[in-house]
Structures are given as C-alpha cells and as structure tokens.
C-alpha cells in the first residue's frame, strides 16, 4: 500500500471567479453563449455503474431527453456533460480521469446515484471510490439509488439553469486547483500516476493558472515525467499543440 | 512511364494494429473493455479486460446480516436483478429448511418472469442499436419501461425491487394489480408483431445477423455456454425444467430453440422466449386470482440476530442470460461465511467472446456481444 | 405431457446415476459420497484423486457442464468445490478437496474443462491460489490492484477502507429538519 | 448583370442555403422522433448546437493539417453553393456546369479525409476508409443519373435545365427510370441507414467525427446543414423542375430529405462490403438503364 501522499480533506469553498471588468458587448456575448449552452448539451454515453440503466429509459421514447436539447454522445471529445453514474472503481476512475481531461471546457460532471456522494451501498469495499468530489469537480449530485429518470432529467434542467446564469464554471477548478485533485489521485493510484494531458500547460493556455494550481504534488508528477523521459516522448504531441495554439493567438 | 520507375510497392510485415473497444465505447455492454487485434477489418485476436464493474460483492457480504443482504444482492446484475434475489433466497431457505407458502412461490414466478420480459425487451434494443437500427431500440426501451411500472405498483421499486426475501415475498398483490398486469401483457403481445415487421423479418437484419459469431453445439458444452444462448444451438436445456425449482413443474411451456446457433437465432430464441414468459405469467395470473390464501411468507426469526444454521448449499435459476448459481456456505453465525456468485454472463462475457470475435470482422464485435447478452456486472461482481 | 415425461426420465436417470457414482466409488477408494436429494450430491475427495474424477465423470456419467468452481478461506485451508452439471441425467454433483494454506497450489482442470479457466483465474486473484498448468492466469479483475488477495480472511476491507478515503459530510434541509424534531440515526 | 449583383448573391445564397439545412437538419430529427414515438428537439435546437460547438472555452486542435481540412469541408460546399440556382438568383450557375458541381461536391470528403487523419486515432482512419468507399460506391450511380439527364437535356447547364423543364415536363416524368436510381443515390449520399457505414458509432464510434471537438464538430455540423440542402437542391434541379418561385422550391426541397428519413428509421446499416455490392448492383443498374433508354430515344 502507497500510503505516502497524506490524504487531504475536501475544501468545499470554491476560488471566487475575479470578477475583472468586462465591457458591454463582451458581457451580451457571454449571456447569449450561455444561452445556447443551457439549450444543447452533449451527456457522454459512457456508464461507469449501475445508474446507468436508469439512462436508456430518459434517452427513449418515454422520458425523451432530447425534447430538452440533451443529446448522447459517444466520445469524451464531443460531449459536454460526464455523468457518473453510480459507483466508480478504482479501475474505472482512472479512466473517468482520462475522459475528463480529454474534453473540452466548458464540461460539466454530475454524479448520479448515492455512490457517488459518499460511497452508498458499497461503503465498505475496498475496490470503489467514494467521494468523486475529490477526485474530480462535481457540478451536481443526484441522490438515489438508483435516481428515477424524472430525478436525472430534473437534476439536467437545474444545471441547464445554472449553465444559463453562469454559475456552472467549477470545470475551471480542475485547473485552478489541479494540485488539490491531483493529490488526492496519486493517494488512490500511487506516485506514478500520470496522464496523456498536460492539465498546466493547458492552465496556462487558457489563463486558468491559479495560485493553486501547482504544489507539492505537481512537483512530484513532475519530476516522475522527467526521470522516466516522458516528456520526450510526448515530445511531437506537445509541439503539435503548441504550434497550433501560437497559430491561434 | 519508365521502366525502372514501376516498381513494385514493398509491403510492412504486418497491417496489424489494436483497437480499444470499450470502457467507454457505444458497441460495448455496459462497462467493459475487449481489446482486439485488426487485420484491415478482420480480427485476429481478441482480449477481453473486466474489472472496471467490480465491487467485491462476495467480500461485501461475508461482512453483512443475513437479512442486510437481501438489499445487495440485487445489484450483482442491473438489468435482470430478480433471479438474484431468488438465488440466494433460495439458498437461504435450503439452509433453514423453511418451509415457503404456495402462494409465495407463484408470486415469485411472476416476478421472475417479469423481469425476464424486461430483459430481453432491453436486449433487443440493444441488439438493435449495434446494427445501426434505433427505432427497434426506442421502442423496446419504452414498453420495458411499462413492465418497470408494474413492478414499482407491486413491490414499490423500480429496477431493484428487494421483493423476494428468504420465506416468501413481502408484500401480496391484489386482483386489481393483476388486471393491470394482463392489460399490459394483451397490449405487449399487439407490440410483438411491430417487432417482428420492424426487427426480427427485416432484411438486412437477417443478413447481418445470419452465420455471424456461430456456436456449434459441441462447442456450446465444452465452453460452459447456458440459457438462451445454448438453446440457440439447438439443445433444450433449461434450468427451469431440468432442475426445477419453485412451481416451475406445475406451469406449462415450451423451451424455446433455434437450431444455427448463431446471433440471429440467439435473437429469435428471446423473442420466443418472450412469449412463452407471456404464456406462463397469465398462468400465475390465473391461479393467483382462483388462490384465496393470504400466507406469503412463513415465519422468519429476528432478523437482527437471524443465526442461520451451518451448511453449504448450491443454488441454480434460470436468469435471462442463462444459468446463475450461488454458493452459500454458513458457519452458523449471523453473517455468511462465503457466497460464491456464478454469473452467467461470466463464460459468455470472457472465453465465449473471446473466441466469437476472433477471426470475424470488426462490425460485428459489437453485435456478437450483444447477441450473447453478456452482462458485465455479473462477471466482475 | 412433455414436462411429466422428463420427470419420469429423471427419476429413471437417478437410479442409473447411483449405480454410475457406486462404480467411481469403487474405482477410488479416497471418495465419500453424500446424498442431499434427488438432483443433489455431494462428494468429498483427495485433492489427488480429483483430476481422476473429474475425467471419469466427464468421460463415462456424462458430467460435461463444469457449472462453477468455488473457493473457501477456513484460515488454516483452502476447500475448492467443484460443481458438475449432468445435462443427461439432470444432477448435480459437488466435489469438495481441501488444500493447504501455505504454499496455495493446485493443479488446473482447463484441460477437462475449459469453462475452469475463468473460475480458476478468478480464485486466484481473490484467494492467491495458484493453478499449474492453466493458460489464463494473468490478471482480469485486480488488475490495478497492490494489496494483498483481498477475499482472504485475514483482508480487512474496513480498515482499508477507512485508511484509503474520506466521507464528506451530508446535512441536507430535510436532515437538519428531522434532526430539530429530535430525529437521529438508529443503529 | 453588375458586380455589385454578383457579390450580394455569394454571400446571400450560402446562407440561405444554411439557413435551410438548419430547417432540413431539423425536420429530419423531428420525423426520426416521432416515428421512434418521440417529441424531438425543440424548433432551434440545430442552430443551438451549433453555436454552443463554436463558443465552447477549450478548443483542441490536433495540426495545421486538421484545420485545412475543415477549412477544405466547408469551403467546398459553400462554394457548391453558388452554382446551384434558386429561383431568383443564379450565382455562377451559368459559369460553371453541373460537372464542376460534382467537381465541388466531391472536396468535402477529401478534405474530411485529410483533417481526420491528423487526428491519428484508428476510429477515425477506418471512419475515413469507409467514406471513401462508399464515395466510390455512390459516386458511379450518381454520376450515370447525371450523365443520362444532361443527355436527356442537351444541355450542362443547370438553368437551362430548370427552363427545359418548366417548358415541357418535369424530368422525374420524362425519365422516371434515373428519377428512381438518383433518389437511391442521394440517399447513399446522405449516409443515412442502410448506408451509414462510416458513422457507425457501436462499430468505430462515429468514425471521422471521434476526435472531432468543439468548432470542428461543429463545422461538420454546418457541413450537415449544407450537404444535405446541396443534394436535394440538385436533385430538385435534374428532376422535380426547379424552383420557380420560393413558395414551391422549399416544398419540393423537403419532400425529396423526406423519402430518406422515412425510409433510414426502419433498417439497420449494411457491411461495408455490402453497400458496395447493393449499390453497385441496383442503383447502377437502374441508372444504366435509363441512360440506355435515353440514349435510345434521343
């Protein structure tokens, strides 16, 4: 047992977002985006657990989500919403990580079922996760086990509301507070725990780098990547991405 | 053009690259990971990787009253859980001797056979989708979720429904209820002939799914397959009949088979299936409006301090994707000493996909898993 | 009726089945049979004997269905049963062996039956016990996991439970409401 | 006709042509819907999707080559766009035939072909294979129906052809036979079930559209709108008279994305191999009997 990284309790304040002045028609575009983001949102058709059965009925004929503007999709890359649903194993969550990362802010995580706020049912076993919030920014739960189709869509509506009044932004902790979740992975998965994504490059790209952002544990996924060359060998990766993003600029 | 420019273009040794199906991928059941080797569009070797649903449910009830468990066990298999709970109630009373009530037992084949037409309704849809036909899948979803209501008037639970418990059942269900349950099935049994126009005779269904993912029958019993897809080769072995359990030797009906043994009869072997569950729940309907007995359950001691006497028992029921069993052993304390769940998804799922996928093409991966209805959660528990 | 007519088979099979077990009986003198009922045997064994009765139950009363294997941690053995299915005869027979503890090895039976495969790999992920001659043992479940064989025993899930997470604290409304009432949790 | 002229109309005709598919886009949702007993999507719901795909924060590309092909997409059918007449504005119509429409309409894929294969993900490349393919089993039919039309006409022109028709009868009369084999053909075009081979979501998981994120999506879904407003603009063009005033263009223009949508909800999708077979087989063979007859009769 890797028992190295202290396990570290869940701050649940959130960075205040600085409020820095925008003008007026920068402030109309981002109501009116926010609008069409409450209005289409992309739920990744990935099912991590048993909730996931209570889906096919919201998605069908009976509950039909899409009269919402809520739509299945089918890679990490296209979709907007993550919804774990129900108990994530410690093998699974890895992989939940990864999914996370690879899609595109803003993304919204709701967690679905009573597992995913403090375990539920399967509180004493050894192979699932218990609090998602730690490892992850959670949007939203969705207490039940398993919540009714009726208590999933609702939960949607209610982020839709969020999504429109711009309060759903806790995707953007991901990398103000990539030190905070990142610990907590390595507490799970051991101090070689490492991902494709570099989340501070992308930080600093999206002007997301926040005093948070770095610390012990970076440092040491850090020095991991250095000692066993990793940065070399996403070396043509990364130059890819920097050169289209000096492109944007 | 000239000559020495026409040059022959030198071949690498090999097109092979490995393909991730899953965990996180529309063509793969639930949450489960089948990595394959592909030659262009055929594969030549297949992994499969599970895990990714796994619980400890056998830890987790060696650590739980006898009476707690009741609550968990349904969660081993999400979209058929009722033979769960009759598995290991089933054990249970094996190992109290508790004698159950008639009524109770009928009550139970309802519920089984309920939950066996939800099942397959979900597995035709699922079907459905991986060949690219959603209609069938939407329509399925929706008149499952019809039988989902029934079960929630009956026993207040939508999906797990913790209604069998060791000794009987814990509620009774009225005429009232029953009458609602015939209505829906007169009105499933007007949708099956949708289902067959739109799904089971359409064309390029038949062509897909025909000589994709073939079992022989010597194949079949070597490789532990059972249920539907086991009588899709041709040979007529059902729990239910063979080791029966409950009233399921006082109720009439057939054992549905195909003769191919590939995903097309798979597929017709749960559409008649679906019938046959149609036929036998108007039978339990039948005699549980004639049957004016109001015991359901015999009795149980404190539940809090229930000290089940020492022993080990092995229990079979036929679940909709084939044989589930539960090894129970007692050490005559008030938690189970083991419980040893064989899904039967477990063969289907591993060895039996595993050698399908091999040597077919890449559509039909998808297909061939939902054919066999494999059921991750019950592997990895 | 049809089903009428199988129970008459079956009953017909029993009487054949004793004779079939009597004669394996005679064949190994390590085998104790138990009858529980009619479609139910149990058979205690040497962990020697029990390939020789697996291919003799296999090869001449018709057990091809190697239904499940199970494993018991008793802290000083391993007890493995082996759950046999006669499709012919519509009975099942359960063999039962004791191995040792330390070191947990025993032979595997995929050769017989290849559905032991699955099971084998699974007890030795759970339990640490390890089958000579099984093609599938890498891991499949745990693949991602350190610690020790976690259905032993000696494997306390709580404590590791309580060492690797936290809980967050849950006061919704309605909680807080109850609780003003008086309301708390019962254990 | 003035410059000034001209320029209005390349800018209005492509985003009429938008604005049309947003509709064609949704109407096919809404006919999909409720045939699976669903309500649909709300009225705007493609244009929302679309937007929310542009504003998206993060926006991830994987090259140069990634965003040329994009780039690539959607300038071919916008510049299709303005060599298929409506009624009222011609566009260069008159400049270019319906063979550099064809030329036009043929970009797209390959510039699909080109961004996703920077993506460097398996999906995608199968994806991308399997386009191409079936781009070669449609492109035969389609190409024959065209022929047999111009044949049928005299004339390359598109115009010219809408005149033609409006002065004699409609060509899904005069020749009902490559009518038939072109409304195959569209649908093949359209990738829609039996043909969906490069979508496939439980095969390949969406295939060119996998590693498809934000702008880029929505670019594709734009390209949606356009492809699917270009096809039944040029099918209304060959064989249901054009449009002569926008009142029974539009009509016409729904009628012909009906026929597919209807037909899609009830198959499942064929093998690769088999859409070649079928498509080279029926559609072809139909197409190539009304050429014969045309040519016969001319």
């Known amino acids: 047992m890797k028992d190295v990284i202290p396990i570290q309790t869940n701050n649940t304040e959130t960075i205040a977002v600085s409020k820095n002045s925008k003008n007026i028609y920068q402030q109309a575009i981002d109501t009116f985006s926010n609008f069409c983001r409450a209005r289409s949102l992309f739920v990744l058709h990935y099912c991590t657990g048993c909730g996931a059965i209570e889906l096919p009925p919201a998605m069908t004929s009976r509950f039909d989500m899409e009269r919402l503007g809520i739509q299945p999709m089918v890679t990490p890359r296209q979709a907007d919403i993550l919804l774990i649903t129900g108990y994530v194993s410690i093998k699974t969550l890895k992989r939940v990580i990864l999914t996370y990362e690879q899609m595109q802010g803003p993304k919204y995580v709701i967690g679905i079922c009573s597992c995913t706020v403090n375990g539920g049912m399967y509180w004493q076993s050894y192979a699932t996760a218990k609090v998602l919030s730690e490892y992850l920014p959670v949007d939203m739960y969705i207490a039940g086990c398993m919540p009714r189709p009726e208590a999933v869509l609702t939960g949607l509506q209610q982020l839709m509301k969020k999504i429109e009044k711009g309060e759903a932004n806790s995707w953007e902790n991901y990398f103000k507070r990539y030190d905070y979740y990142l610990g907590n992975q390595q507490h799970l998965f051991g101090d070689t725990w490492h991902t494709p994504t570099d989340i501070l490059e992308e930080a600093r790209h999206y002007h997301l780098y926040g005093a948070e952002s770095t610390g012990n544990n970076t440092a040491r996924l850090i020095k991991y990547t250095v000692e066993h060359d990793l940065t070399k060998l996403d070396a043509p990766l990364r130059e890819k991405d920097s050169m289209t993003k000096r492109g944007k600029k | ?381 | 009726m049809v089903w009428d007519q199988d129970k008459e088979a079956t009953k017909d099979n029993y009487a054949s089945q004793t004779i079939v077990l009597d004669q394996i009986l005679h064949e190994l003198d390590t085998l104790n049979i138990e009858q529980k009922n009619n479609q139910r045997f149990r058979v205690d064994v040497s962990a020697e004997a029990l390939p020789a009765l697996l291919s003799l139950l296999k090869g001449r009363a018709g057990y091809t269905q190697l239904s499940a294997i199970s494993c018991v941690d008793w802290e000083d053995e391993f007890e493995l049963v082996y759950h046999l299915w006669s499709y012919e005869t519509k009975v099942l027979v359960s063999a039962h062996i004791r191995i040792q503890y330390t070191p947990a090895v025993y032979v595997s039976v995929y050769d017989i039956y290849t559905p032991a495969g699955f099971f084998e790999r699974d007890i030795y992920e759970m339990y640490g016990v390890y089958f000579e001659g099984s093609p599938m043992m890498e891991k499949f479940i745990l693949t991602e996991w350190h610690g020790p064989a976690p259905m032993l025993k000696s494997f306390d899930t709580l404590k590791y439970v309580n060492d690797m997470f936290n809980w967050q604290e849950y006061q919704p409304d309605w909680l807080k409401e109850i609780q003003a009432k008086g309301g708390k949790v019962v254990s | 006709m003035s410059g000034q002229h001209i320029f209005l109309e390349l800018i209005l005709m492509p985003l009429l042509a938008f604005m049309i598919g947003l509709f064609l886009v949704l109407m096919m949702r809404k006919v999909r819907a409720r045939i699976e007993r669903r309500v649909g999507p709300p009225f705007l719901q493609p244009l929302w999707d679309i937007i929310k795909l542009y504003v998206k924060k993060m926006q991830i590309s994987h090259g140069v080559i990634h965003d040329l092909g994009i780039i690539m997409l959607l300038g071919g059918y916008i510049t299709a766009e303005v060599f298929l007449p409506v009624p009222g504005m011609s566009g260069f119509t008159s400049q270019g035939d319906i063979i550099t429409l064809i030329y036009l309409m043929m970009v797209p894929s390959l510039g699909l072909a080109l961004g996703v294969g920077q993506c460097a993900n398996p999906n995608g490349s199968i994806g991308i294979s399997r386009a191409l393919t079936a781009m070669l089993a449609y492109d035969i039919p389609f190409i024959v129906v065209i022929a047999g039309a111009c044949l049928y006409y005299g004339t390359t022109d598109l115009t010219e052809i809408i005149a033609l028709q409006k002065s004699q009868q409609w060509g899904l009369l005069s020749m009902p036979i490559l009518a038939l084999a072109g409304l195959i053909a569209i649908h093949a075009m359209l990738g829609k079930e039996p043909f969906e081979i490069y979508v496939a979501p439980a095969e390949i998981a969406t295939g060119p559209m996998v590693e498809m994120s934000g702008k880029y999506l929505g670019s594709l879904f734009v390209m949606q709108c356009l492809q699917i407003y270009t096809i039944t603009v040029l099918y209304t063009s060959l064989f249901l008279g054009g449009g002569y005033t926008w009142f029974d263009f539009i009509p016409k223009l729904f009628l012909v994305a009906l026929l597919p949508v209807m037909i899609t909800v009830i198959f499942p999708r064929y093998k690769t191999d088999d859409v070649l077979r079928w498509l080279w087989k029926w559609p072809t063979g139909l197409a190539l009997l009304g050429l014969a007859i045309v040519v016969l009769q001319g």
């Open chain 2, 1 to 381: 053009m000239r000559a020495e420019n026409y040059q022959a273009v030198t071949h690498p040794e090999s097109h092979e690259f490995e393909l991730n199906f899953g965990p996180n991928h529309p063509g793969i059941e639930g949450n489960y990971a089948l990595k394959v080797r592909v030659n262009g569009d055929k594969i030549v070797a297949a992994k499969a990787d599970g895990g990714y649903l796994h619980r400890g449910f056998e830890k987790l009830m060696e650590g739980r009253l006898w009476i707690q468990n009741i609550a968990l066990v349904p969660r081993i298999c999400v979209p058929d859980p009722v033979p769960m709970e009759m598995c290991y109630a089933l054990g249970v009373e094996d190992l109290c001797q508790f004698e159950v009530p008639e009524r109770a037992n009928w009550l139970r084949v309802l519920q089984l056979e309920l939950s066996r037409i939800a099942a397959h309704l979900f597995t035709f849809g699922g079907h459905a989708a991986t060949v690219g036909m959603y209609s069938n899948m939407f329509w399925g979803i929706a008149d499952r979720d019809l039988i989902l209501d029934m079960f929630e008037q009956m026993t207040g639970g939508r999906v797990y429904h913790m209604y069998t418990i060791p000794g009987g059942v814990r509620r009774d269900v009225g005429v009232e209820q029953l009458d609602k349950i015939s209505d829906l099935l007169d009105y499933l049994e007007k949708r099956l002939s949708d289902y067959d126009n739109l799904f089971f005779n359409n064309k390029i269904f038949i062509q897909r799914a025909r000589d994709t993912g073939i079992l022989t029958p010597k194949q079949a019993l070597s490789w532990g397959v059972t249920g539907p897809n086991l009588r899709a080769c041709g040979l007529a072995f059902d729990v239910r009949r063979d080791d029966a359990y409950l009233c399921y030797d006082q109720i009439d009906f057939d054992i549905a088979t195909e003769t191919a043994g590939d995903a097309l009869a798979r597929n017709l072997v749960r559409r008649k299936e679906l019938a046959q569950s149609i036929y036998i729940v108007r039978q339990v309907i039948d005699y549980l409006k004639k049957d004016k007995s109001t015991h359901i359950r015999c009795q149980i001691p404190n539940p809090l301090a229930w000290k089940v006497p020492a022993g080990e028992t092995y229990t079979r029921v036929e679940s909709s994707k084939g044989e589930l069993s539960f090894y129970i052993v007692s050490n005559g304390g008030e938690k189970p000493y083991r419980v040893h769940v064989r899904g039967p998804s477990s063969m289907h799922a591993v060895q039996v996909l595993e050698k399908l996928v091999t040597g077919g093409r890449l559509e039909d991966v998808a297909q061939i898993m939902f054919s066999l209805d494999a059921c991750p959660p019950e592997v990895d528990r």
